[in-house]
Structure formats: C-alpha cells, structure tokens
C-alpha cells in the first residue's frame, strides 16, 4: 500500500489541524487484496452510486482472470475506509497494440468515484491523487460510469481536467413498469419473435446453476460467436473467478431440440437494483426459432419477478444505423448516453485522440 498524502478534511495543502478535525488519509493500492473484503464492500452498498463492478469480487475477478495491472485509490477518515475508485492499466481503446496505455476506471465493467461520507473533500482527494498513479506510458485517465447520476460531478472532473466523451450508448428497460407494459413498449418485429419463439415445442429456455462445467460448456459457444465477429473473447480464466460472485451471475440457456444452443450471462446488481446484459452467445444458425428473443424476455420476466428497477441491455454505439443498436432499441429501453470522463496526460493523448476524431468523422 503507498500513502499518496495525508490531509486534514476541507483543508488544503499542510494547514494545521484544528482540535476535533478528522483527517483523510488517501492510498494507492496495488491489489484490491490489500484490504479486507468486508471492509471494501461495506462502502460500496452504503455509497449511493455504488455498483456491482465497484464490489471487491468483481475487481478481483478483473485482477486475476484478465492480467490487468490494478492501480486503485482508498481514503480512510479516522481509519475507517470512505471512499474508494477501482482503476487498471490496460491498453487503448482501438489501439491494442500501442506502445501507450490508459487508466481506466473500470474496464470491462463501470466504475468511478464512489464516497460514503465528506463528498466534496473525498471526491477531491481521490482527483488529487491521480497523477501519482501514472506511468511514463500512460497517456489518459478515464471514468466509465454507470449510474447517470454521475453527471452531479461533472464541474469537478472538468475543473481537473476531464473532458466529457460521449461516443456510447446504453437501453435501460424499466422493469417496474411490469411485463405487459414492457412487451407492449416493443417493436412489433421484437414481440412478434417472442411470440413465435413460444409457439415452438422445438426451443425450451433454462436457467442454469453457475458452476465450472456450466460456464465452461457457455464459453465453447461464446469463443465461437466471438470468432465469428472478429472480436478477442475474454480468456476463460475470467470466467473461473467469477465464480467467486456466483450469487450475483445470472445464466440463462436455450436448446434447440435439445441440443445446447447458447445463451446469456448476466450480472445481477443489487446496488443499482438492476440486471445486466453482460454477454450474449448465441450461434447464427440458432436465430431462426427466435432464440435471442426468447432468452431476453425469459430475463425481463425473472427480473419483474424478483423485483429489479431496470434491465440494462448493454453499451452500444448510439447510431440508428448499426444492427446492435436497432436489435436492443427494439426491446423498449430507454438510450442513455454512457457517461465517461477522459483526462489526457501527455502531448501524445493529444495526438491519438485527434487521430480518434477524425476517423470516426469518416467511418460515422
């Protein structure tokens, strides 16, 4: 653990402490290890934009099955944690092979500042203390952040330096509004497919026990959907340790007269009262029986029934144009835009990211 400053609450720079004053004392930690895991979640639930990617088990699932270098900030008030924002070392985004890293906060995953108590002085001392977790190859700090509510902190991230990106998009479906308002807020083409996916003896959806041989048996599938659009999947060890947060995955299956035909894995957010639509596996050639349809209105029913706010369909790029976005605008969800944050720190952050400009100018 390295102590990157002691300062006393609302006080700046080595003023004196004045009597019955608590001090914030901020940390670097080089693993989420380094503190107790009671202690780390404690402040996650009780923070009011805490979620399930800020929980310790997640982070070290992230630690150990992607090999990514964490580089995370605590604060202590009178020894008692109060604040904490998760961060790795991983590569540019597009630019995998660059010889230029960026500290995301998280990725894959949201993360962000997340604070219990003191929030502007909290909130102050994680942005202070930044810089001191940089490398000489690290050109950007970024924040991916769930919870819209995030926005609140905007004037502070750009009085250091942060400049809002708005590049992605996310469909929230509002599962309060119960299952027939949420089938009726459909796109004709996507209820049509849930109807026509039940009117088959040929598909049966089921949910799942997560264990080593039900993950693996989904990962088979996921690598081959991957291959098929051309996207690295995740290496399976991930997936192991996950099963450190099996109460919180959520997997849900298809067979195609009775064959294993994919599915989804969902990560269940008990912080944000949501559910979220983590990976999706599900091979071509199963698409005819509607099977996507029918897998993601089998997770609108269970999260109605066990009483979750919302079910996020995941990030996408907000263009009525691409195929991802139309498939999930389908579904009734309300697009919010995905908030991230993006300081850059070296001249050569200002080279890529006009490089990054003017590309996606061309390509839309």
């Known amino acids: 653990m390295h102590l990157v400053s ?24 080089e693993s989420v290890r380094e503190v107790c895991r009671d202690e ?5 639930e009780h923070a009011s934009r805490g979620s399930v990617f800020h929980r310790y088990e997640w982070l070290d699932a992230v630690e150990a099955g992607l090999d990514r270098t964490p580089r995370h900030l ?18 540019l985004d597009g630019a995998d092979r660059a010889p230029f890293r960026r500290l995301t906060s998280v990725d894959p995953g949201f993360g962000g500042p997340v604070m ?4 502007d002085a909290v909130l102050s001392e994680l942005l202070d203390a930044v810089p001191d977790m940089l490398s000489p190859r690290t050109i950007v700090h970024e924040i991916r952040a769930l919870d819209p509510s995030y926005v609140r ?30 089938l ?23 949910e799942e026990p997560v264990t080593w041989d039900t993950l693996e048996r989904y990962y088979r599938t996921y690598e081959q959907v991957m291959a098929r659009i051309g996207t690295d999947p995740f290496p399976f060890r991930f997936f192991e340790e996950l099963l450190d947060m099996d109460d919180r995955l959520l997997l849900v299956t298809a067979r195609v007269d009775g064959k294993y035909a994919g599915g989804l894995l969902e990560i269940v957010d008990e912080e944000q009262s949501s559910v979220h639509g983590y990976l999706s596996a599900v091979p071509e050639r199963y698409f005819e029986h509607h099977t996507s349809e ?4 089998y997770v609108i029913r269970w999260g109605i029934a066990n009483g979750y706010d919302t079910y996020d369909l995941g990030t996408t790029k907000p263009d009525y144009e691409n195929g991802v976005f139309r498939y999930k605008e389908g579904f009734g969800g309300q697009a919010i835009p995905t908030l991230v944050w993006e300081r850059g720190v070296s001249p050569v952050w200002d080279v890529f990211a006009a490089g990054r400009s003017l590309y996606l100018k061309h390509v839309g």
Request: positive net charge; proline residues 4%; charged residues 30%.
């Open 40 to 44: 780390w979640n404690h402040v996650v």
């Open 74 to 91: 605590v604060v202590r008030k009178d020894d008692n944690l109060v604040g904490l924002f998760p961060n790795f070392v991983a590569p």
């Open 294 to 297: 029918r897998l993601y209105d």
């Open 153 to 182: 902190y905007n004037t502070a991230l750009q009085a250091h330096d942060y400049v809002p990106n708005r590049r992605r998009c996310r469909f929230l479906v509002h599962l309060t509004r119960g299952y027939d308002d949420v």
């Open 184 to 206: 009726a807020g459909m796109s004709r083409s996507r209820r049509r497919g849930i109807e026509r996916g039940r009117e088959t003896d040929r598909l049966e959806i089921v």
């Open 6 to 29: 002691r300062l006393a609450s609302g006080i700046a720079g080595d003023a004196p402490v004045a009597s019955g004053q608590s001090r914030l004392e901020v940390d670097i930690v």
């Open 116 to 119: 219990t108590t003191d929030t």
